[in-house]
């Protein structure tokens, strides 16, 4: 069979490193083209060293009728890049995968009002699918345009969906307490993102509002098939990777420690990367680093009509670049786990 | 005018050093005594290199005898410890700090419950307040004994109590998300705090209970007048100083942002300790490094009824060493601020 | 071809659980055996949560009648353990890899004087070959006992062997300053490598001397085929994994840069775990995360008589695991680059 | 007495926020004007969150004829800067101290080809003396201009003197090795210093040189009244503050651990801030968090011609802002420790 050839466009941030950290290893794929526009020239393993030896390729500036030679081509840029070219790449029968945010909200003025531009491409929508292959795997299976999820929405939607789709609780008032590593942040230069900044610091951000509460929000309503009130509050956790949600919600029928359990096994029992941890024992990001896994634990604090859920992905794997290999791999139907088998670094 | 002599008992963890290094610039406060059964004879700067040139102490056996000589003792010591000597220090006239749990709780069915072991000294509690200056200061002030509280409940009490104090919130479903760094696990040996385990990893603990949250709830109902419910979920930061509590409740009476920035400027205008962060501002935990402050952000998502409060705090200093020379200074009648002025270190 | 079947002597440590990882996408290789005193009967998945999903073993009491079962013996134990055990299973057949010290010193009083223990196995010295698969290689491939190297000596070697077995500098003054990641000291809960302890922190340590000293001494001089006198100081680095070597010899011949440059690359072209930077660079640990890789830069400083080289590797990786599998490939016939071939992590 | 009227030119980076630091407890001195073009009329509290509740002060348009209302002015600024003012301010009776490079080197050939500009101030350099009171306090007691060492030439310069001073080394081959924390890199933006690049990796660094070993160059011949030639290696250490230099020379007498120790101890014993750790023990970086300590321990590894100083500062305070207040108050004729007795923060 002949590899998928990958384009990737934008590959200078760190979900386009990832993105090719993760297909050096797939058996079945192949980067072909690699662009940025104020690299042009450079090659990749002098930008990055770890893919010294790795990869023979240079950055070339991105050029739809190049990026039509490819079978996929990944957009790991700012918003509205994906949006731009989609259209001629997706005609020419290009798949598209967006890992920014351009496709993740079908509400367009919701998108417009956060992300502060015109959204161009409503007419795209009925190409695309939410890129969360455990809630929306066939239509994504159908697309030819991925949103790829952001990572706060994979973590907190992976940890709540099974609630929401059992209807167990009160959905005017869910609670998502959101942490992440710095690298979330991305690779541009930035004061508050400097080693001597963010190091023994840890603080909540985003108080006006954080651009993940709306995708959440929408996707989360249609798992229950109803509106859903959600507060969001993201924090910076001194540490490269990882991701962890924190989620309260106030059950609506009375379940047990045990019910609920036995509900979050049953939902991911088939699921690859969705792992539910013992009851009694709580996951740690480090359990995730470098993996696509996502892994998940429900409780319910004695004494309360409470029921709370943890969830960690690495946000650079199951929360960016390894979802988005996920998803090519169901697009071109390939077994879903290819390129995703790393075991997590630890320690 | 004479100085305080203060004595330690139990110095070799993380509260005791810091004690050390909080006192060393206090004006009218002089060590003259520290404790360790298992450091005798050993000179305090052998074990910590900060005190180098600073102490030329030595550690010795702790004997209540020879403690009567202090006119004060903060006990930085395991659960139990303080409570076998208090009363036999106090009949003496000497006052007595604890940074251990001995007293933070009245419920002592409670108490023995999450500490395993039987409470003797009820008859003591008389003699006791608990040493959050800012709610109990007049108690503190008439006390012999002060139960130093927990870093948690002082994070989370000052959050919530302008809120609670004006019944505002709905008090049967209040959420504390913790976040605290790693020296609040103490000074033992234990593979799960190493360097290697707990760098790059974050993570909720404590699933089956934190003993902070029996100490929130009965502090919090005496501030609210009325039983609280509080959902409680702590977990680690990859750092070592620092704690952050974000904090969700219920409004019962729709009040503004406007509105709630000013009762909270309202309520800690005139104490030292706390500083409300300007409108639209978060803190983190780097502004308080070192330092004795607690501060406090507040603010309403836009289009719910939840209101939101961030407090951070120095874990080992407002959290617990610097809170216990507050509390001193309280009780000797000296400045309240005095040993606390050093601005936090950063970056 | 039948997958090679390895036990792992002692698993529960960073070592252990790093075989495990690497040899998780070994094609050609199985773990079917791993033992640990202190855990018997314990899922691996329990204990290292990474590997949940990935192995379905638990540790036994380790027994050399059942390890006689395996191909290969990997032992990442204390000194001494795979001493008490080499005999026996080679004269079985079984191939060892100790990733302790039991063999990598032939002069055994140096050994024993190092170490505090009689070493009683001299005798299997014609069996064993030192594990540095680059100058090596030969009594490698012929060899029944590995003595896998020290972290240390790992990158300390190949960082000076082309300038030694090209007599090119004064081997009566060699200056190795070495850094090590938090990893490199182990999983045994020890105070002085709590988090709250070596975060935020750097020193030198071992200033009585590090037994890595006496091995790199020993090799140092095979390679050079006459004595040489290395002063070695190692540092402690707050990171996980990684380790750095700065190497400083004053040269002999007077070369150039470009000259230097020459020899090195040439030293290594077919070296699939030695990457020669380019000219004026230099590499960083983080560009070996992971990886198998050891990342080397040579240079001479303006206007002296030095020559200085920087020799970077993941001190969990090439220092320890990820050499011990490529030891085991050469043993087995096997493409040397087999399980070794991720990329390292970065961010 | 009246308070010394500071002003700090340049107070947005980390030199200038820690002035504000350890000025804020100096009782004898107050920070009357601090300037900033960049941030003109914001509030000291708004750009340092530490700093809140501490001064009231805003940034101003830096201004000569303003600045002379000082009795001393600070200069934290780029190179450059303070050259272009020392002279004005100066003759109108302020004292100035350089934090930056401007005076640090009195070969002006040497500087403008490090520093890449013309020095137009060559003939203030009668007022100068080079900062480094241990070893030049009496210039500095008469000078209007202080030229405030680098980090490196402070921690490296005390660490060497003694031998040098006593002409006890080779002078033609001089390591050292040295780690510096993030913080000296300063509070620009800069992607290869953000948290996610530099967290959990370790690097040499500026293999084409760097600026502070012609300043050390200099500064150790006039020490050792002869030409010195030294080798220097820096390092990227991921903590925020700290620095470590090992330093590695030839002894030209034999002389024993023992007399080393005394050597050492004599040539310091009056200093209030350089502490020379006892025989065997080596100092760590987090022993001077926030203090403008430096520690030292010297040994002679077994069986060699060499000698080892480990030297350790807080590159911020001793290598940098503290020393700084400590020029002043030799200036000033205040106790030399005025403003710099905080202990180091440890944990």
Known sequence: MQKVKVGIVGGTGYT?????RILASHPQAEVTMITSRSEEGVALAD????????????FSVPDASKLKTCDIVFFATPHG????MADELTSAGVKVIDLAADFRIEDLDVWSKWYGMKHT???????VAYGLPEHFR??????QIIANPGCYPTSVTLGIAPLLKNNLIDVTNIIADGKSGVSGAGRGANVAMLGAEMSESFKAYGVAGHR???EMSEKLAQIADKPVSL?????????????ENTIYATMTEDMSQEELQKLFEETYKEEPFVDVMPAGTLPETRSVKG??????AVYRPAGSSQVVVTSVIDNLVKGAAGQAVQNMNIMFGLDETLGLQQVALLP
Do not use: W
């Open 121 to 127: 491409e409503g007419k795209l929508f009925d190409k």
């Open 231 to 243: 507060t969001f509050v993201p924090h910076l956790v001194p540490m490269i990777r990882g991701m």
């Open 291 to 296: 993996s696509n896994m996502c892994r998940i």
């Open 212 to 214: 993940h509460l709306p």
């Open 138 to 143: 066939e239509q994504i299976r159908n697309a």
């Open 16 to 20: 386009g490193v990832e993105l090719l």
């Open 81 to 84: 890049v994906a949006m731009s």
């Open 47 to 58: 930008m990055f060293p770890n893919l010294r030896g790795v990869y023979d390729l240079r």
